[in-house]
């Protein structure tokens, strides 16, 4: 059964799948994915999720995180502890999510700056720098350089790694659905 949240927020993702396709975005350019851009001031035909709309007041996290994790692939919480420590798919999911993140905090800090979800805000925060710190190892295919530290070594702290990041996500998750 649908809950009014639950109702809203699909509302939200398809009035967002709506105007992008209305506007010429598709689903290629979803993938340059950009930190730096926050989501709901994209111009449209960008590929990122945007404010309602047809509302003068800005979409909540909870309404914007399903458009969010359309425009930047995310099917499901980054889970990478399971796989090899330079897989990197698993570097794909944690960069997504840690982008994610990124532009949800952006958007929050911009559009309620009033500080109505701080907490939203501190957890995207932790997701990121958790991600960061995946990349800085060198784990999942993540870096730019190949990893200074021992494989051995690697096999061992990325997978821990990652279920912090892991970690930080479900709680910007939860903190982003709370009422």
């Not at 309602?52 to 980054?78: C, D, F, K």
């Amino acid at each position: 059964m649908l809950t009014r949240r639950s109702a809203l927020a699909l509302s939200a993702a398809a009035t967002t799948l709506l105007t992008l396709s209305a506007c010429g975005g598709d689903d290629g350019e979803a993938d340059d994915r950009k930190p730096t851009r926050a989501a709901s001031s994209a111009p449209a035909g960008s590929g990122r999720p945007s404010a309602a709309a047809s509302s003068a007041e800005p979409a909540t996290p909870a309404q914007l995180l399903p458009a969010y994790r359309i425009a930047y692939g995310m099917s499901s919480s980054p889970m990478c502890s399971h796989v090899a420590w330079d897989d990197p798919g698993c570097g794909k999911d944690l960069t997504a999510a840690g982008e994610l993140a990124g532009a949800m905090a952006e958007s929050v800090k911009r559009d309620f700056p009033d500080g109505q979800y701080t907490d939203v805000e501190d957890s995207a925060g932790q997701v990121v720098k958790a991600v960061n710190t995946v990349r800085k190892l060198g784990c999942y295919g993540m870096g730019s350089t190949p990893p200074k530290t021992d494989s051995a070594k690697l096999r061992e702290l990325c997978p821990s790694m990652s279920t912090i990041a892991s970690l930080a996500w479900l709680n910007f998750e939860s903190n982003v659905t709370l009422p």
